[in-house]
């Protein structure tokens, strides 16, 4: 998560995540919902935002075939970020080792938790369960009829997953 105390050491994030062979960093942006609505200290200042938006761009070529960088829902510098990768690049672990699709799901619908733990069980087995599977069938059918966006923010704005994301224009 892209904030206001990461924003202007993103290449040491970079080679850090590259010395534990990580193979790809996927940034996102906190978005002005929930508890981050109430704490509005936490976000880069608008008028670097674009900027920081160009160091990841640069970033990204720099360390091109060391590590993999994208921008999750960041359009300015990546058609492809509409897309919703949750269950698929994107997966939440909380503390007792649940995984799920994605933090936000989970956050509103706690059901999107898989009932077994990474600590016990194999993260592939998983990462292809029931839950995540559940998961990606809703949003594809989701894509079908409201095209690119993300489920969680239809949820959040719009009461429905089934519905346009009001966030993408
Ligand atoms: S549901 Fe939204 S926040 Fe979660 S992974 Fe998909 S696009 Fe990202």
Redesign the pocket.
């Known amino acids: 998560m892209l904030w206001k105390r990461n924003y202007k050491n993103l290449e040491e994030f970079v080679k850090f995540c590259k010395s534990k062979n990580i193979e790809e960093i996927a940034f996102a942006w906190p978005i002005k919902i929930g508890n981050a609505a109430k704490n509005p200290d936490i976000f880069i200042p608008e008028e670097e935002y674009l900027e920081t938006g160009r160091n990841l761009k640069l970033l990204k070529k720099k360390y091109s075939n060391k590590i993999n960088i994208s921008y ?2 960041f359009e300015h510098f990546n058609s492809n970020c509409r897309d ?3 269950g698929r690049k ?1 997966f939440y672990i909380n503390w007792r080792g649940q995984l799920s ?5 989970s956050a509103i619908k706690p059901e999107f938790f898989t009932k077994k733990n990474v600590f016990e069980n194999n993260f592939s087995i998983l990462k292809n369960g029931r839950i995540v599977k559940k998961f990606i069938k809703m ?1 594809e059918d989701r894509k079908k009829i409201f095209n690119l966006g ?4 239809c949820k959040i704005y719009n009461k429905k997953f089934y519905s346009k994301d009001p966030l993408l224009t």
Not at 150 to 153: L, N, R
């Open positions: 999750h829902r919703c990768n949750g994107i699709p994605c933090f936000w799901i949003k993300c489920p969680a923010i």
